[in-house]
């Protein structure tokens, strides 16, 4: 029984995702209760959330308009409603007349006076706490009195070092990670508990940096691990054919200098020995695609294949029709993969890509599938991104024929995304905007 019990309380720690004494530390509360001091009745008011101390003067089981305990607690200087909506046999013996209880809970007003509806009640002369109290996020049958055993437990358990060096530290006025962590559990009465419940108190301040510089450190770990990792090195020589100039040649257009910018960061990276993660935004309309096209052109110059995989398809179509209408005049050969294709159709379209004889893939999430093989995949485009998961975006990579090569990718969005934005969460990405239209 014992056993069950406690893998049943251990099941609720984890949905509330408190896995270590780690975990519980960064547990941190909601809001405060004051329990350091007791605040005489008459100086109540409606909204406080206060604790009294005071005689039962009267309690009686009311049926009207539903079925309710209800008391009067008073002090030297007033009188206060308790109101339980819901109670058992042993909370009205608990509140006989004569007897003194301590009781801490919001204040409300109604036409008779002030109430507290369902006050926690603590023996009288109870010693105050020299700190407010904390309320926990809980889940179902997870009470407070619980979790706060556990995090005490946490606080005299788990290494407090901290993690910034001191003379950063105190250059940035910051509390130590151990100060801040203690301030945000266990607050003294005379914390200023608005800043506490907003998150600008000095013990926020110095979590949310902690917490934004281990994202940090992740993502550039992230990204360190990439340049790591070996990628195919698309360098054009005097020997390759001359696809990217054929195709600027054939546009109907100039391209604007914010295509031309993007263009050239994306070839840079398509000629390092490291895997591309490009991120490359623009309004619908900055002409995306046409860059896209010029990466393509280039991975294919250079002997590679490419694959562009769209979320719909009708998006993938769109791309398909407009790629086929450069590329296909310069002797590129387009496959269409989708969920969709005939069955017959659809083997003939994966075996020019298992064979090489298709240099771009277009199609949805099919391209993704086992039974989709390339022959030297070197580029991985997809369109609208952010409607991709994360690994569905990276099963490509593993497309690539040589195990030891990455696939360089290049992810499109038209959802702006702030730059300074873009650099925080994407961290591990390079960003290209196209800023002109």
Avoid at 399 to 424: C, E, F
């Amino acid at each position: 029984m014992a056993s069950r019990a406690a893998d049943a309380l251990t099941r609720k720690r984890h949905k509330l995702g408190i896995h270590t004494d780690q975990d519980a530390l960064l547990h941190l509360p909601l809001r405060y209760e004051d329990e350091t001091r007791i605040t005489p009745i008459s100086h109540l008011q409606p909204g406080m959330q206060a604790q009294v101390e005071g005689e039962i003067l009267t309690a009686e089981v009311q049926l009207r308009p539903r079925r309710q305990l209800v008391a009067t607690l008073a002090d030297e200087s007033g009188s206060l409603s308790l109101r339980f909506l819901n109670f058992y046999p042993s909370q009205r013996k608990q509140l006989t007349p004569g007897k003194r209880w301590r009781v801490l809970g919001e204040v409300r007003g109604n036409m008779f006076g002030l109430e507290m509806i369902h006050p926690r009640l603590v023996a009288a002369h109870t010693p105050l706490r020299d700190r407010l109290t904390p309320v926990y996020p809980t889940t179902q049958g997870l009470q407070q009195r619980t979790l706060r055993s556990w995090i005490r437990q946490a606080l005299t358990t788990v290494d407090l070092s901290d993690t910034l060096p001191e003379g950063l530290r105190r250059e940035r006025g910051l509390l130590s990670f151990a100060e801040a962590i203690r301030v945000l559990h266990e607050p003294p009465p005379d914390a200023d508990t608005a800043a506490l419940l907003e998150h600008r108190h000095p013990a926020w301040q110095r979590i949310k940096l902690d917490e934004l510089l281990a994202q940090q450190l992740a993502l550039a770990e992230a990204r360190a691990h990439r340049r790591a990792q070996l990628a195919p090195s698309l360098i054009l020589t005097e020997d390759s054919p001359r696809l990217p100039q054929q195709l600027l040649a054939t546009l109907p257009f100039e391209l604007t200098s914010g295509q031309r910018r993007v263009v050239n960061e994306i070839l840079g990276d398509l000629g390092q020995a490291w895997p591309m993660q490009r991120l490359l935004q623009g309004d619908v309309g900055s002409g995306k695609t046409v860059v896209a096209a010029l990466a393509a052109a280039h991975a294919i110059a250079a002997g590679g294949q490419v694959s562009l995989m769209a979320p719909t398809e009708i998006l993938a179509e769109q791309h398909w029709l407009k790629l086929n209408e450069w590329l296909s005049p310069l002797g590129v050969r387009l496959a269409w993969i989708t969920g969709s294709l005939p069955a017959r159709q659809r083997r003939i379209e994966v075996a020019a890509a298992a064979s090489g004889e298709a240099q771009l893939i277009v199609g949805t999430q099919a391209l993704i599938q086992d039974s989709v093989q390339f022959s030297n995949l070197v580029l991985a485009i997809s369109d609208e991104q952010h409607r991709f998961g994360v690994g569905q975006r990276l099963a490509l990579r593993s497309k690539q024929v040589d195990s030891s090569l990455v696939v360089h990718q290049l992810m499109m969005s038209a959802t702006p995304i702030p730059r300074t934005l873009a650099m925080t969460v994407f961290a591990d990405l390079d960003v290209s905007v196209i800023d002109t239209m």
